[in-house]
């Protein structure tokens, strides 16, 4: 049996490493989407010598730095601008970080499962993500190449938790790092507080001290990488720039960017609930599984008095990271039925919740001798079919997102390169700075992509620039693709 069971775990590993493979591959050749043009422009700009700066999109169309409506942060653009000075093509060089942080995040997940309840934990928990569907929304997480801070805030809370048990200062400083990624990832910062009240000793107002006592350091250095970005800022804007940016970050944080019709709980869990590469109810089905699984499993072991601090720890924290995001996400009415808000913590925590769910089952299906063993046989029946609930919902939503992956796409980076192309020599040929994007959407990643700057076609300041529009020229065309082409500005 102990044969048998080594080689399902290194068939069923193979197989999860392809279909990380897969995924990975078909994220990096699909299309280039205009969140992700925008968050390059910064990158594009720093290395042109334009400090750190969006084209102003969304803000006027005009060089901005430190633009407040690019909420990717320097965690990721500043390795791309890296990556980019080695040169090639610039949205696959780009896309290689998000990648590489994607690969930290499984990494951190696995370790997180072998430490706590060995190698089928480490399966799982490096499983969820990809059970995850991030693409049923009008701003998707088409994958993990994406160049957006989501994916990378995530694998730097799950590394955060890997760290806070014996270096909390690291896991401080990775929390921060993860909302320099995505500003929305302070949202973790109670599962931390949570985590170290958790690995210290001592009971009631005692253990609350010994919490604040090694807790003050991680909040501190939480903060450090905020502060040396926003340090940066004050020196690059001046005093009155300075304000004018906080005043604008202000706006962005409270009013979300976005102006929507109001949204209830009830519309949020449902996106999130068909968020998943599986029906609806089969989503809440598993995630019922691991709650009682992990309910159950950590007061059965407490009885026994074999309650292990590690997963104490990151049953409690986990918990409260993922209600966290999903609670403030579900009652932010003003913001839109996007999965995208909570992903940093649905990929870092829900994992995690999996990892201790199968750490219960494993505990609670461990073998106890004679009458004992007897009067379990209901408790040993109920866990091993929650379990089983769990392991066939999570190989569903993997075998789904793999499916996803080999359905026709009606765009994809080479048809937009070939598009591009031709549009591009014309941009280089011409000398044009400037072209505005007709309207915001799909016409945005093609401009970046040819090489000029992008504002929006209705902005004042882009009333005399060329337009890229998908649609057909009102005025002279200047130079058109297969999909696009440029047209000259309204006359007058």
């Known amino acids: 049996m102990r044969v048998a069971r080594t080689i399902a775990f290194w068939a069923l590993a193979a197989a999860l490493l392809a279909c990380h493979v897969i995924v990975i591959q078909h994220s990096l050749t699909a299309r280039f989407w205009e969140d992700e043009a925008f968050n390059l422009t910064v990158p594009l700009n720093l290395l042109a010598g334009l400090g750190y700066s969006s084209d102003g999109a969304l803000s006027g169309s005009m060089i901005t730095p430190f633009d407040t409506r690019i909420s990717t942060g320097p965690t990721v653009l500043l390795p791309v601008a890296g990556m980019l000075l080695f040169g090639g093509d610039p949205v696959i060089s780009a896309r290689l970080v998000p990648v590489a942080f994607w690969v930290l995040l499984i990494a951190g997940l696995a370790v997180l499962g072998a430490r706590l309840a060995g190698r089928w934990a480490v399966l799982s928990g490096a499983a969820v993500p990809l059970a995850f569907n991030g693409l049923g929304s009008y701003s998707p997480i088409q994958g993990p190449a994406d160049l957006l801070g989501e994916i990378p805030a ?67 250095l939480a903060g450090v990488p905020t502060l040396l970005f926003e340090l940066w800022a004050l020196v690059s804007l001046g005093a009155s720039g300075f304000v004018d940016h906080l005043r604008a970050l202000k706006a962005f944080l409270l009013g979300g960017g976005q102006r929507v019709a109001p949204t209830s709980v009830s519309q949020k869990l449902a996106t999130l609930s068909e968020s998943w590469f599986v029906p609806s109810w089969a989503s809440w089905l598993a995630a019922f599984a691991v709650v009682m699984l992990i309910v159950a499993g950590l007061v059965e072991i407490r009885r ?106 009606g765009e994809t980076l080479a048809t937009q390169r070939a598009d591009t192309d031709v549009i591009g020599d014309w941009v280089e040929r011409t000398g044009t700075p400037w072209l505005a994007a007709q309207p915001w959407g799909a016409a945005i990643a093609p401009v970046v992509m040819s090489g000029a700057h992008v504002g929006l076609f209705d902005a004042r300041a882009m009333r005399d620039v060329p337009r890229l529009t998908g649609g057909q020229c009102e005025t002279e065309t200047l130079v058109a693709g297969e999909r696009y082409r440029v047209c000259a500005p309204p006359a007058g």
């Open 304 to 409: 026994r008095g074999r309650l292990k601090r590690q997963a104490f720890m990151l049953a409690t924290a986990a918990g409260v990271g993922a209600l966290a995001f999903v609670g403030w996400w579900s009652t932010a009415s003003h913001t839109p039925l996007w999965v995208r808000h909570p992903a940093p913590g649905v990929l870092a925590f829900f994992p995690v919740l999996v990892i201790v769910a199968i750490w219960a089952a494993h505990s609670l299906l461990a073998s106890d001798h004679g009458a004992a063993a007897r009067l379990r046989m209901p408790q040993r029946i109920a866990t091993g079919a929650l379990t089983l609930i769990v392991g066939v919902t999570l190989t569903a939503g993997i075998a789904g997102h793999v499916q996803q992956t080999f359905q026709p796409r």
């Open 154 to 220: 995530a694998a730097l809370l799950v590394w955060a938790l890997v760290v806070v048990r014996r270096r909390p200062w690291l896991a401080g400083l990775l929390v921060g790092l993860a909302v320099q990624a995505k500003l929305i990832a302070f949202l973790a910062l109670p599962a931390f507080a949570v985590a170290i009240w958790a690995r210290s000793p001592g009971r009631g107002w005692a253990r609350i001290g010994q919490t604040v006592k090694r807790g003050w350091l991680p909040l501190l």
